[in-house]
């Protein structure tokens, strides 16, 4: 039960910072921007893993915070280019 408040904290931390850097307006609720941080944490996890595996027995990549806001960018970046309500 605890992940998932954790998945909750981080995803809004880096949908808010997602937002922040993203050029121009990015309207969106508190749900939206947890989906789009907890989505762009996992495109983040994705591009890491093909540069460079994690060691084994690490619980996350030491680059994860910085690629899931490079991965929360891209995911606004595809919304707002299909047309998704952004």
Not at 64 to 81: E, F, K, N, T, Y
Request: aromatic share 12%; net charge positive; proline share 9%.
């Amino acid at each position: 039960m605890l992940h998932i408040l954790w998945y909750i904290i981080i995803g809004f931390i880096v949908g808010l910072l997602a937002r922040f850097f993203f050029p121009g307006p990015v309207p969106m609720g508190f749900l939206m921007t947890v989906i789009v941080g907890i989505v762009g944490s996992i495109i983040g996890g994705l591009i890491a893993r093909v540069f460079n595996r994690p060691p084994p027995g690490t619980p996350f990549h030491p680059a994860g915070i910085v690629l899931s806001i490079i991965g929360a960018i891209i995911l606004i970046w595809i919304l707002r280019a299909t047309g998704f309500a952004l």
